[in-house]
């Protein structure tokens, strides 16, 4: 790591996988954020990291101050380490701006992609790339995006022109004129709902996502989660600059999220959502469904490859379980983030005493993760055996599983019949179209969470699992009608207050309350006991980092 005695103040460059990086002071968690701290470290182990500029937490209070050095110093140093010039109309670099506090609030605040993009840039995009599909796609995003987080303009009124254009199909399917005529509709919906047409001084829209990503900290959400996990609002967040990789320029490209071993069990493997020719935001919101890891390999077997040995790499560094972000450009695989994966209880005993096995880290720390753990935790909840001989009980319908158990409820459709319930300790199983972060208070009161749409991996999905809630997501025979207050499983439908059971090993939603029972994991309860019991036993290893 290097340093620039000119260099701004809690401005920090990551330049890529090599080490010239600048910054003016040490680099630490508090001040970089974790998302960003753990970006350098990546790039720091080799790892294909685009580069970034990080705008420190110290701004988050400030942030209006930071735009002098960020144009002024940080914003030239970026593009000469990009080899890209913001707004310019030949070679334009185009960057995403996310946010990252010191302690992780998965999908708690924003991220703005493909910032820079405008009327004047699209030709010399479109020139470097020769790939116009990519370049409409690429546009119409950051409308949509710009627009719900900076201007305050419903998401729903996008989600409908692409209803209204793609007709059935996935939008991944249409080509470069359907896109270029959903851009100019979403640039109209913009200039309706705004009241002035899309900024495209592209200064304009990065100081604006910059803006919204620092105010999006204490959004009701952000609020929200830091008062259910005790975290002190006055840390603040970071701002990152990235340069984009873009995962929609084409069949060998893709974006996904993934754990190096599964959050639900612990098991060794890695655990990934993929969505080909798409954007990391299309897998994060909860807006799409997603494939698990044999669509990466058949996509991008090279970047499968990879990302098997980024995986190692990083729970070499991190000395954990880590939760990753991924895009695939044309076969070439780019590390977005990590961080400490959210995990149930099970899982955090298999992985804890794996890596002390492994050597990764030592008995201490093998521990200190586990010394919360009830023992009645370390097992999974299950259908009774009775209900798995009885033919009478058919499964209404089957979702992925995001988090797993049974658990069983009164359907609830909002967070205000979920709280309303609560308050009479009722169970909920809460029925949603997306899994998105903003409903994380109806979440926290209900026992469960059931999508229509959505990704294991979204950034609600991990919430429910940091919860402990069972959580199903994209339940594709699921439909929603919030107007009758019902819910449709193919030919059933039911009303909001019937019950449901949710099976969340298998994946199926059952109509009533069905019997459950917890069957312990003996083998790995023996281990945790032996490992309690050598406590102060001297196991020495590897210590956490």
Known sequence: MTSSTHWPKHFFLISGNNTDHHFNHKPRRESMGTKAYNLLRMAEIGLQ??????????????????????FDIGLPALQNVAGEVFGDIRNPLIVSVRSGASVSMPGMMETILNVGISDATLS???????????????????????????????????????????QGRDERELDFSELRALTKRFLAIYQEQVGQPFPQDVHVQLTGAIHAVFASWMSDKADTYRHLNKIDAAIGTAVTIQSMAFGNSGAHSGAGVGFT???????????????????????????????????????APAAWQKLQEAAQALEQEFS????????????????????????????????????????IIDAATALQRTEQLKEEEIGTIRLSPQHKTSSDIAPLAKAASA?????SGKIVLDAQSAAEHAKGGVSTILVRQDAETSDIAALDSAAGLLTERGARTSHAAVVARQLGKVCLVGCNT????????????????????????????????????????????????KRLRALRKSAGAGHHGRREK
């Open 261 to 299: 071993r599964d959050p639900t069990t612990g098991e060794q493997g890695l655990w990934v959502d993929f969505l080909s020719n798409a954007q990391g935001e299309d897998v994060v919101s909860g807006r799409r469904n997603a494939d698990a890891h044999q669509g990466l390999a058949t996509v």
């Open 403 to 407: 988090c797993p158990g049974v658990v």
């Open 320 to 359: 954990d379980m880590q939760d990753f972000e991924f895009t695939v450009q044309d076969g070439v695989l780019y590390m977005l983030q990590s961080r400490s994966g959210k995990r149930t209880p099970l899982a955090c005993a298999r992985i804890a005493l794996d890596l002390l096995d492994e050597n």
């Open 49 to 70: 990291v685009p580069p970034a500029l990080v705008i420190g937490t110290d701004f988050s209070q400030r942030p209006e101050e930071c735009f002098k050095p960020l």
């Open 124 to 166: 010399g995009f479109l020139r470097k790339t020769g790939n116009p599909r990519l370049v409409w796609d690429a546009y119409r995003h950051l409308v949509a995006c710009y627009g719900e987080i900076v201007s305050g303009v419903p998401a729903s009124l996008f989600e409908n022109e692409i209803a209204i254009i793609a």
């Open 478 to 525: 699921l439909r929603i009608d919030m107007t009758a207050r019902t819910v449709s499983f193919a030919e059933t439908t039911l009303h909001e207050g019937d019950i449901i059971t949710l099976d969340g090993n298998e994946g199926l939603i059952y109509h009533g309350k069905v019997a459950a029972v917890l069957i312990p994991d003996e083998a790995l309860l």
